[in-house]
């Protein structure tokens, strides 16, 4: 962060001397002066009392004097002004500046360069439109794409006798002037330590402390004393406690925004604020409409921030209206909606709806980040966007160089999970594969692990790298620090060892050794397996009891020697018998149950999820007849009659009655 400090002195500086800053020297010669007190050689842009805010500003300059010598100088031959005119003096009544037009003018200017050369032209300065003029230098820089000015700026002399003038007379200057004088420095990286900022800062806490500041320059006000002081700061709870005062109805927009900015800057502190943010989440739903993309964006990372899980009814209504923003988002904000929605949980078929279209359309152009987090949204959520799917695919085939190797993860990882084959699968993994062989080493062990286990899902192998993830290398790498390998990843690389053996017959390299297999695939995270939905169970029990006779005909929740846990698995013999789940003897055919409720398959489809499909591929491998019961079709069935006459066509296709 850059800094910048501010001498008192300023005008011994080369580029103040040589340039002159002030153009009131330019236009009315200063010839003599007198001394008033000590010397004080400083150069500024005249001072002015305070004014109400939007008044026309009239200022006189300074009567000429005599010295004792008659035309006095400072050491370095430049006229000085003096530190006691008469601004409002009856000799000098100069035509009113309309500041409004000044302020607007400010706008047309591209560079700091053409701002300070403008302030260089004008007779007379009102303290708002040198506030302002700060406030625009800050903008064309951040259009840079760098904060930190440039070191012609920081000598230029008009920037300096700019600040020195904000800093001499803090306490002349109006609400608004002071305010945005020190927002626009403290978004400039001035140093907070600095005289100039610190009388700013000082002058602040005591309008503050009398009281009577509006709502709009207490927000930006705060904002800008958190980048200064950090949320500690005590004058920003002072302010929070007068926002606190105030009736929200009488906030605009960019003020109900800016104070969710300010409490998400404490957010250590959120809970002692949480009444009112529940004020402020219920009042904003009567707002949402009324948001620009940007205020949208900023109010959902607010929320994020400040875990207002409890304020759905607002990210929901939010998520309603974003459709139509989706095209003016800029990129950075897209990917803070698109991250405010994959953290509450939400979605919404009209906002999935837009954003596969928008996706679609400029994936080329997208910003990286944006692109993750669409395919990270699609992933949380299980939603199969082939469109979506199929432009990411084609812009990691064509662009992979424009991705980190951490956006390549989040990139595949969701064709395994939605286990979607994109139609240029053939390219997209060849891609794939000679990226991983070229940065095999550069990727984080536990990233590459991700990658390779989601290719694995849908039936890409990784062949190749199989010998490579399983050697002892590669294993304690994976473990790193820790003293162990964490068991999600000893799950993942369990399961592509079964799949070498299971799907890759012709591969003979090296095995995963015993101590790093697991026993069951189910983890906490559910990420290879999904546990059986008690209810749909339930209702398949009954069916199955009435069906077989008892309950003692069929197991639950069985875990096999594979890692698998079967949901329900019967047994018959050689003639077709149904034998009790306890007896291991004559067991000539395994029934895997799969019964199967919306968790297992993509978000309002009939698409088994990467996790599923390979399951039931591994359980065929190994002997099972796999059996699956979906939930869609349990959920046709009316009565208990038609539940047994579904599962006897389901287990027994063949047989018109069942034995046991």
Known sequence: MALITLRRNLCHLAGFRKHGALAALKSHPVNRVHKVGKKCPSLC??????????????????????????????????PVLSQACDWHGPEQNPKSLDEQMLYGRLKDFASSEEVLHFLSTLPMLPDTVAAGALQRIWEVEKKDGDQKLPKEILENGAFQALCLRFEQNSSGLSDAALVTALQALSLLNVDPQSSLLRNLVAESRHRVQRGGLEVHRLCILGESLIRLQGPGCETLELILCQLQGEELETFALDDIVALYRILQACSETADQHQPFLNKMNNFSLSVVSSLSPTLMSQMLTALVALDQTQALPLVIKLGKYAVRHIP??????????????????????????????????????????????????????????????????ETLEGHSEKFSLHQVSELIEPFGKLNYLPPNASALFRKLENLLLKHFDSFPPKTLLKILHSCSLIECHPVNFMAKIFSPHFLQKLQGEESYVDRLSLAQLTQLFLTSVLECPFYKGRKLLPKYQVRSFLTPCRSLETPVDFQLYKLVRIGLIDLLGARMYFASKVLTPYCYTIDVEIKLDEEGLVLPFTIDEDVHKRLALCIDDPKRFSLNSKHLLGKEAIKHRHLRLLGYQVVQIPYYEVEMLKSRVELVEYLQRKLFPHNVGVRW
């Open 45 to 78: 842009f005249p001072s002015l009392p305070p004014e109400p805010f939007g008044v026309g500003i009239h200022r006189a300059w300074c009567k000429k004097s005599h010295s004792q010598d008659g035309n006095a100088l400072d050491p370095l031959g430049e």
């Open 328 to 393: 003016r988002f800029t990129h950075e904000e897209l990917a803070k909606v698109l991250e405010a929605f994959i953290y509450f949980g939400h979605n919404d078929r009209f906002f999935t709806a837009a954003l596969e279209q928008h996706v679609a359309s400029l994936c080329l152009t997208l910003d990286p980040e944006v692109v993750s987090r669409a395919m990270e949204y699609c992933s949380r959520k299980r939603i199969l966007s082939k469109p979506i799917l199929d432009a990411v695919a």
